[in-house]
């Protein structure tokens, strides 16, 4: 089984990127990252009947949302893309925690029944997921620091996602988040 690819993007179709390692191309189904030049795309390897497909994932934390979601019966590796396509795991975790069935269903091929399953399955599984959203992504300094601080990722999330883009260093970012509690 693949677990990663590091090379060059050398080409772009659809919702996919050709990275081509030694010499070979392989295409990566990504939703909406695009990234360029020189990648490491964290991969999950879909084996059916009439296809191999690979879909890759910028931070491993992704990857393990997204196999959370194809977990849930009815949701497909599309479906899942499509839902880490509407913005960070952090904040689909979010959404999750809050019920929030119109967000889910902004995702293509989401509709309200399958957005009612997502929740009913993973809602009560999401303080499980600690560890996934709080450590590997671009918050995880950032909540790390919060949680030595006794916050509860469950309260520190919302204001991840209302955070302010132009706040790049932690110590910004710490600053903001403890104006706002």
Sequence with gaps: MYGSLHGTVTGRLDQ??????SGIGYWVHTGTW???GEVTCYLHHVVRE?????????RLQELAFFERLIGISG????????LL????????GQAILNKDVTFLTSAPGIG????QKIILELHGKMDNMDELLGDDNEGGEL??????????????????AKMP???????????????QS
């Design 143 to 160: 909540m790390a620091a919060l949680t030595g601080l006794g916050y509860k990722p469950h309260e520190v999330r919302p204001l991840i």
């Design 112 to 115: 309200q029944k399958a957005a």
């Design 16 to 21: 996919r990127i050709l990275v081509e390692v």
């Design 75 to 82: 949701i497909g590796p599309k479906a899942a893309l499509a």
């Design 50 to 58: 009439d296809a191999s497909d690979l879909y890759g994932f910028e």
């Design 34 to 36: 695009h990234p360029t």
């Design 165 to 179: 883009a132009e706040l790049t260093t932690v110590d910004a970012q710490l600053k903001w988040m403890l104006q």
């Design 85 to 92: 396509s509407l913005g960070s795991a952090d904040r689909l």
